[in-house]
């Protein structure tokens, strides 16, 4: 087992940044926890550090960073999924909010970690949030799922440009996730649910553990030799 890290990982308080703060935790990581609303609760229970952090303004971050010290480790988790609409219909403003968090956040939050990773000198890895709409579209999730595709654009520029330093820059991307919310919204045996079970080949939803597991994978010595790649976690969705 490698050396314990120094794991951020932001959006920590969702069904999500939970599971993923849980799997480094039981690695044995030293994990911080970010989140705009409801961190100090998550990370008291789960044992770990939380910061309230806004990862759209740098001053924020900045403080946050300086606080924790030195990041092995960053997830770029947090992320902007509630708002959805037509291309048609969704208020531009609406859009502008979702590339802000969810594009600017993410680069924002890079480019800040990456900098004291690359003065530090010691490598380090970023694993990013993106999901598989990014490359296969559902109607109405548009604004959501062109943010995406610009995270896994990110990912490729940060890992190019960073491969030198040592760091290495990778995505998960996952189909629907069975997070605490989503299995109330759509319990088992609804339509909704089964709408979507049934664009997955392996018809089921993921677990927000086998997410986890690819960002704890990605983030570690045995993807020492991968980066700028964006993994799906999809159950064969893009498949098909």
């Keep these: 087992m490698t050396p314990a ?32 609303h409801g961190v100090d609760e ?21 403080r946050a960073l300086d606080e924790v010290g030195p990041v092995d ?24 909010r979702i590339l802000h968090t969810n594009v600017y956040g993410t680069f924002l939050m890079t480019q800040l970690v990456g900098r004291r990773m690359v003065e530090r000198g010691a490598g380090g890895a970023i694993v990013n949030l993106s999901s598989i709409g990014g490359r296969q579209p559902t109607p109405g999730m548009g604004g959501y799922e062109s943010s995406k595709a610009a995270v896994d654009a990110l990912t490729r520029w940060s890992a190019i440009e960073l491969a030198a330093q040592g760091i290495r820059v990778n995505a998960v991307a996952p189909g629907p996730v069975l997070t605490p919310m989503l299995a109330m919204g759509m319990p088992e045996g609804s339509p909704a649910r089964e709408a979507w079970t049934s664009r997955i080949p392996l018809r089921r939803l993921a677990p927000v553990e086998q997410v986890a597991a690819a960002v704890v994978f990605l983030a570690g010595d045995e993807a020492a030799h991968i980066t700028g790649v964006s993994l799906p976690v999809d159950g064969g969705q893009l498949l098909v």
């Design 5 to 36: 890290r120094t794991v951020l990982v932001t959006g920590g308080a969702g069904g999500i940044g939970r599971a993923i703060a849980t799997a480094f935790h039981a690695r044995g990581d030293a994990v911080v926890l970010t989140d705009i």
């Design 42 to 62: 998550t990370a008291a229970e789960l044992g770990v550090r939380g910061l309230t952090v806004d990862i759209t303004d740098e001053d924020s971050v900045t």
């Design 73 to 96: 480790v960053l997830v770029n988790n947090a992320g902007l999924l509630t708002v959805h609409g037509s291309l048609l219909e969704l208020p531009a403003g609406d859009m502008a």
